[in-house]
């Protein structure tokens, strides 16, 4: 027999390992390699192969490998049992290796491989194609068998199903929701709505304390939407005292609600929307004050009676007419965001990693704001923020001096404060520069050391409480009674707040030098408040009013117990705040560690004593309604009769149109307007007429529900051809056309 065939009757030993058997392909002649590795036909070990092997033994897998498609350890484990139990295996492997002859040794087995099938006995050749089949469908499972899975995966938990778009996008909606800010945002609007109602029950038709402030108030949010719309240039030559020059600028301007004098016309819209802002000043005073007090380092609950402490104490209930008094949220508010920005706070001082320009652009916004809503309160505050300035740059010189380096600032720190400054300085400027312009053409406008007298509250103001307050007005009515001044000298700030803010002298989170420094706040303010009270206000009030550009326009001292309030909510919230950390510090001892219903009480009550002692019960009239002759009359216009009180109620009705008219009521009263009254007492005759046409009036309109018991209560039906006039009945009035 040849050595190219196989030996009939004799089966090739089984391979012990998993893999397929497979069939021996004896070496031909045609090479070398193969016919010096072989004896009697059977296949030796040649040790130039077995070399060749080992040194090419990667080489050689990897070729294999990508020939049957497996890349796995089980598959090289299978490749050296089979190499162990049979060397035919292994030299059949060997040919894969590279080499000199491994292409023709590779032809040579493909050879004999075929000349073994057509020789070998029906059994061979039935156990090599099983091999071979087997081979097949090992290679084709190593390419396409799944991976097994874990024998515990039908135990796990099913997979968290994908969220819908619908949910992904309700998620951060719903953190915003719930998020500190949001939530005190919203319970200081509810709240604001509950501690004044009924002001939005009928919106449109009443007013809250009384309709005189109120429809004024209601005009200039008008005029200023409507002229910055329609005019800019004409903002402070407004359609009233026509036809003074810088009229708007002869009271404090709410400028700063401007934005919603856009929306409406007419005296219903003007009602609706002050009794929409008189609700939100409340809200974003509470909502100041307690972000105030969060950043300084109060707690949630301490802050919170802060900020319903500022809003609604007593002695505001008498300020329920003056909305610019109302209107001071933007005070606290905008002293959170300098201090957030700077990275300070009173319990724990300067940190500057904590600094972030953008928070002291929004500071020194919100402070220009609040100062365009006018001085009354914004001229304190404006002095205040200079001051603190001072101070913050002479600590930081003093510790330089000291220490030869300074804390660090930064320069986009510095940068924001000096263009934030210069903006704020420069809205108060631009504020400040038709009051200058009044004063100049009205010098009797300027306020007396004697006007400041007649409004300074003695010191038992401190103590007695407005008859607005639902608490303490039928209780204090004695105490009012001696005072000669109710509305600006009865300046109860709480008496739960002096108490809070009493302990808070001894027990707070606050640390002692800045419990002083609050207390010392407090005494300052309120000497101040006292005006010429104190000592006859020789060394307090009177300097700053005779040497502080601007302070002698504030006739009213007792408006500065809103600093008062606010350091004595200060104080009140490091007193509550220490007191819910040691509540937080009890429960944490009990087993389970949560706070009982009688812990909760202690925490919460503070709060709750603060808002009902803020209850009130201030009046809602109703607004005279705009007589049918104001809708249509054409100006210049003069409504008779003419006073203070019924001039604020024809500047709101003439928001139909804004037609010039003579009539107006502010803090003072031009003598020109002084002197048209005087002159209009006889109308209708010659000389009254005549003066009105040389005034410049076009039009007089003569209310008959407001004649009883004045001259015009004979001459209202009086004829009228003589005089070269004409005499209309519109509604319920007269109009006069000259």
Known sequence: MTTGQSKPGKARPASTGDGPIRPAAPPTGDTPAASAGTTNGTTRDDPAQRTARKGAGTTAKETVDEQAGVNTAGTAAKDAADEQADPDTADTAATGAPGRNGRAEAGAVKADKAESVGTTSDGEQKADDAEAATARDGKATDEAKPVESDRWEAFASAPEPRPSWLIRAARPVGRFLVHEWTLAALASLALAVLMTWPTLRYPRYTLPQDTWDPSLQAWQMAWSGHILLADPARLWQSNTFFPELWSFAFSDTLLGYAPAGMLGSGPEDAVLRYNIMFVLAHALATLGAYALARQLGAGRIGAAVAGVGYAYAPWLLAQAGHL?????????????????????????????????????????????????????????????????????????????????????????????????????AGVGALMAFPYFQVTELHPYAERSVGDISIFSPPASGFVTAPAESRIWGGLHEGARAALPFHAEMTLLPGFVLYALAFGGLFFSVWRLRHRLFLLVGVLVTMVFAM???????????????????????????????????????????????????????????????????????????????????????????????????????????????????????????????????????????????????????????????????????????????????????????APVESLGITRQEVGDAVVYRL
């Open 324 to 424: 610019h008094v109302l209107s001071n949220g933007g005070i606290p508010l905008a002293l959170a965001m300098l201090a957030r920005g700077h990275g300070w706070s009173l319990r724990h001082g300067y940190r500057p990693e904590r600094r972030h320009d953008g928070w002291v652009y929004g500071g020194w916004l919100v402070a220009a704001w609040q100062i365009s809503l006018g001085f009354g309160i914004g001229l304190p505050f404006a002095y205040f923020l200079a001051v603190a300035a001072l101070v913050a740059a002479v600590l930081f010189g003093v510790r330089w001096l000291r220490s030869g380096r300074t804390l660090p600032f930064g320069r986009r720190l510095l940068v924001a404060d000096l263009v934030g400054g210069v903006f704020f």
């Open 531 to 717: 005006g010429t009270r104190f000592f006859d206000g020789t060394f307090t009030y009177v300097p700053l009013f005779e040497h502080v550009p601007g302070w002698n326009a504030l006739r009213t001292p007792g408006r500065l117990m809103l600093w008062v309030t606010l350091l004595l909510a200060l104080l009140a919230a490091g007193a509550v705040t220490a007191l819910t950390d040691r509540v937080r510090e009890l429960a944490a001892q009990r087993v389970p560690s949560w706070p009982g219903p009688w812990l909760r009480i202690a925490t919460l009550l503070p709060l709750l004593l603060v808002t009902v002692e803020g209850l009130n019960t201030t009046p809602h009239p109703v607004v005279p309604r705009q007589p049918a002759a104001m809708r249509s009359a054409e100006g210049p216009l003069l409504v008779l009769p003419s006073d203070q009180g019924l001039d604020q109620h024809v500047m709101l009705w003439s928001t139909s149109g804004f037609p010039d008219v003579a009539n107006g009521g502010s803090g003072f009263t031009p003598r020109q307007l002084d002197d048209l009254r005087r002159a209009s007492q006889s109308f209708p005759d010659q000389n009254s007429v005549n003066y009105l046409r040389t005034y410049g009036v076009r039009t007089v309109v003569l209310l008959r529900d407001e004649v009883p018991g004045t001259p015009w209560e004979i001459t209202i039906d």
